[in-house]
Antibody
């Protein structure tokens, strides 16, 4: 249902740009939020941020100065932009749907993930 | 930056029962936010295993059960099978961070 796309290699100091295409579902719904999560090689999961169909965004404070998430409900996709990347941003990036109510939201389903390597 | 702590590894023999703990604080689990669990096989995306502390998504066997108490939660797996060998992550919401947090992850080894 969700598929990440974008460059697998980004140079240091440049901007990482990924798109998550949603199928068999609509991003133009008040029922869900849409999210990005990343996982550095051999490490755990980190929430990057989320977006609602209205365009309201919520970012991880540790990344908020470099992150922008946007949504295109007509094209049915949402995008991640991460500026000034370094090797520490090398990770598998997942997009996911956020379902549930305020106190019990879960990430379901997830895209298959895309490995982005930051290297010159 | 994980604010939810899990044991790095647990193990058990086939047929045995194991539990994985997830320890948080008063700004996440202790604040009343529910805990979700995910299972991740090598090279694949995480898959939902439990939501709302104790609820299994369709297709998840009843060998898996969840619980929550105070600032912690647990995932129990009974009747261990070889295919249960994977990484397990808990997840909740943190009011101080105003965002979602994941556990540090636990590698389950079936002996």
């Amino acid at each position: 249902q969700l598929q990440e796309s974008g460059p697998g290699l980004v140079k240091p100091s440049e901007t990482l740009s990924l798109t998550c295409t949603v199928s068999a579902d609509s991003t133009r719904t008040s029922s869900y939020y849409w999210a990005w999560v990343r996982q550095p090689p051999g490490k755990g999961l980190e929430w990057i941020g989320s977006i609602y169909y209205t365009g309201n965004t919520y970012y991880n404070p540790s990344l908020s100065s470099r992150v922008t998430i946007s949504i295109d409900t007509f094209e049915n996709h949402f995008s991640l932009y991460l500026t000034s990347v370094t090797a520490a941003d090398t990770a598998v990036y997942y997009c996911a749907r956020l379902v549930g109510t305020t106190s019990r939201r879960s990430f379901d389903p997830w895209g298959q993930g895309i490995l982005v390597t930051v290297s010159s | 930056q994980s604010v939810l702590t899990q044991p790095p590894s647990v193990s058990g023999a086939p047929g045995q029962r194991v539990t994985i703990s997830c320890t948080g604080s008063s700004s996440n689990i202790g604040a009343g936010y529910d805990v979700q669990w995910y299972v991740q096989l090598p090279g694949t995306a995480p898959k939902p295993l439990m939501h709302g502390n104790t609820n299994r998504p369709s297709g998840v066997p009843d060998r898996f059960s969840g619980s929550k108490s105070g600032t912690s939660a647990s995932l129990a797996i009974s009747g261990l099978q070889a295919e249960d060998e994977a990484d397990y992550y808990c997840q909740s919401y943190d009011a101080t961070l105003s965002g979602y947090v994941f556990g540090t992850g636990t590698r389950l080894t079936v002996l």
